[in-house]
């Protein structure tokens, strides 16, 4: 079967950095997507990788590893308003999006 | 503002009602999508619509009827749902098309109709 795992949640301290991990056993594999989602809000684009390597965005980057079947997410320079749940999904050969359940990140003062 | 708008944005409903949800998207987009959203579950596919023609149906029960009028409207019509049905109900769109020929791309979501079946 086809499967995403990420951790369920985490918690930071502001200003600090973070990792979200992503591994994933797909049936084969079109690219990567994180979403991000505040509560009661819709998810929203983070990032998309589909070569192997580090894409950066401002404070966010997002790293991928096809032969591992891995991904990450950093955040770095963290903020309060970055508590929310962070969306991991993999298009397989087939073009469908798998889902990951999500980790939700829980940031301190 | 994701340019997805999702109507209504919390429905309660008894199990012997008839209720539908609405989706409007003011993106161009040409692909819909129905996504459940279920608390510390995966988002589970429902229905996708590209250029107005149904392309998916994960298996969903035939007590949530999606329809799709034009590509910037979508439906979901319920009725005699369960209490297991309640969750967040996510609308999406996107560029849509064959992925092959640069299509589908990223998903655009509404911010959802949270439904509590009594």
């Known amino acids: 079967g086809q499967n995403i795992d990420q951790p369920t949640e985490m918690t930071a301290t502001e200003g600090a950095i973070v990792q979200i991990n992503c591994t994933y056993q797909?049936?084969?594999?079109?690219?990567l997507f994180w979403y991000q989602q505040h509560a009661g809000e819709a998810p929203t684009f983070l990032s998309y990788n589909v070569l192997d390597g580090l894409e950066e965005k401002g404070r966010f980057s997002s790293f991928l590893s096809r032969s591992k079947g891995y991904s990450y997410l950093l955040l770095k320079e963290l903020q309060m308003k970055d508590s929310a749940s962070y969306l991991c999904a993999v298009t397989d050969s087939n073009y469908q999006l798998i889902w990951g359940a999500g980790t939700k990140l829980i940031i301190k003062p | 503002e994701t340019g997805v708008t999702q109507t209504p944005r919390h429905l309660v409903m008894g199990m012997t009602n008839k209720k539908s949800l609405k989706c409007e998207q003011h993106?161009?987009?040409?692909?819909m999508y129905w996504y459940k959203q279920s608390a510390k579950k995966p988002l589970e596919l429902m229905f996708v619509y590209n250029f107005k023609e149904q392309t998916e149906n994960n298996s969903v029960p035939s007590r949530f009827s999606p329809e799709c009028p034009n590509s910037s409207h979508l439906f979901l019509h319920l009725h005699t749902l369960q209490p297991e049905d309640s969750a967040l109900y996510l609308c999406?769109?996107?560029?849509?098309?064959?992925?092959?020929?640069?299509?589908?791309?990223?998903?655009?979501f509404g911010e959802g109709s949270r439904l509590t079946v009594l």
């Open positions: 999406a769109s996107s560029q849509g098309g064959d992925p092959l020929a640069g299509g589908a791309g990223e998903l655009f």
């Open positions: 797909t049936s084969g594999f079109n690219g």
């Open positions: 993106l161009g987009h040409n692909a």
